[in-house]
């Protein structure tokens, strides 16, 4: 069993920057992905980014070259860096992590909050 404990998020002004963090605990094989995804409210959840333990990375289109995903393996956590923040980035961003070990699973964290304000 792995759990996510995330912290970061909050409101902040159109242009402003946010962290968020997620760390994860318990078991976990070494092929695995780690991200974030977000939902606001009436759409569906999307990827915002995620890291593979090969050093790939993939972030969704409308935040390419405004987000950066990084990992400390050592400290199983995930960092994105959100900067020039839009309104539409409003969302709960949702941290999530694959472990595609013999028995493929998928874990959600609880969520956090973030609100642009124009």
């Known amino acids: 069993q792995v759990q996510l404990v995330e912290s970061g998020g909050g409101l902040v002004q159109a242009g402003g920057s946010l962290r968020l963090s997620c760390a994860a605990s318990g078991s976990i094989f070494s092929s695995n992905a780690m991200g974030w995804y977000r939902q606001a409210p009436g759409k569906p959840r999307e990827l915002v980014a995620n890291?593979?333990?090969?050093?790939?990375?993939n972030y969704g289109d409308s935040v390419k070259g405004r987000f950066i995903i990084s990992r400390d393996t050592a400290k199983k956590t995930v960092y994105l860096e959100m900067s020039s923040l839009k309104p539409e980035d409003t969302a709960v961003y949702y941290c999530?992590?694959?472990?595609?070990?013999?028995?493929?699973?998928?874990?959600w964290g609880q969520g956090l909050q973030v609100t642009v304000s124009s």
């Open positions: 999530n992590f694959e472990d595609w070990g013999p028995i493929p699973r998928s874990y």
């Open positions: 890291h593979i333990t090969d050093g790939r990375t």
